[in-house]
């Protein structure tokens, strides 16, 4: 799955015969809804699924469920959401996770504490506060990383390590690629590498070429999501905006977006 950054994040690639982690499904579901980046709003998340299982619900047919990445860091409640993906699915549910580039960050960080100290600023201090861990705590790791394993071990649970080293990083049916952050363009889909899927923005945000696929992301913040030809934008920044966003995908069916935002759906 894991071919990083390794300048700002040193994190070991797994052996893979493949060049990236995207899964490739012969037939799109009839029903498909992606996520966008949640970044430790249980709230949100939980407001969104219950539209997303009422919608279903109205529409008759059983929802696959992919989740773009960044489900964790700047927010307060990655640990429960965490806890949330690896539990049991709604009934009649299919869920997919993608690794975003915080989740890659995550683990990165702990493998290899000391190498991956820059997580911490990039919303991990609020993860390891959302699993008990104390200012006092996360200042300990980050004088002493090389000593940060052991009170690592003590307050994140081993299944959530498993859980973030399984994930993939995309989802490609027939005319459709869902990833965290898009794709570089004029590469075949093949051939992408993990860092464009989860860390690419301007290069791909610019382009209008046809990609073989539209390709369904998150990683880039919108005020509203967005459309175009070749893309959908579904990032709406619920760590800071308190608005959470996905988007309804059906066979010969216009897309529809579905939005909550704190304290109220829409």
Do not use: C
């Amino acid at each position: 799955m894991v071919k990083f950054l390794k300048a700002l994040f040193s994190v070991p690639a797994k052996a893979a015969a493949a060049a990236n982690g995207i899964r490739v499904e012969p037939r799109q579901p009839d029903l498909l809804y992606a996520v966008g980046d949640v970044h430790g709003r249980l709230d949100l998340l939980q407001q969104l699924e219950a539209r997303i299982a009422a919608d279903a619900e109205r529409i008759g047919l059983a929802p696959t469920v992919v989740y773009l990445g960044d489900l964790v860091d700047r927010g307060p409640q990655s640990a429960a959401i965490l806890d949330r993906a690896i539990g049991p699915a709604p009934a009649g549910w299919t869920r997919i996770h993608l690794a975003g580039n915080h989740e890659l960050m995550m683990l990165g960080f702990l493998q290899n504490p000391k190498a991956n100290l820059a997580w911490l600023d990039f919303g991990g201090a609020e993860t390891l506060f959302s699993y008990g861990m104390s200012v006092q705590d996360v200042e300990q790791v980050r004088k002493h990383p090389g000593k940060a394993a052991g009170t690592l071990a003590v307050f994140i649970p081993e299944e959530h390590i498993r859980f973030l080293e399984r994930m993939i990083t995309g989802v490609h049916y027939p005319g459709l690629l869902l990833v965290h952050a898009g794709i570089r363009p004029g590469t075949p889909i093949e051939e992408q590498t993990d860092l464009d899927l989860t860390r690419i923005k301007t290069e791909f945000l610019a382009s209008d070429a046809d990609h073989g696929a539209v390709v369904v992301h998150g990683h880039s913040i919108v005020k509203q999501p967005e459309r175009r030809a070749n893309r959908i934008a579904i990032d709406t920044g619920a760590y800071a905006t308190g608005t959470l966003t996905a988007v309804r995908l059906q066979p010969a069916i216009e897309p529809a977006f579905l939005q909550v935002s704190a304290g109220r759906d829409g």
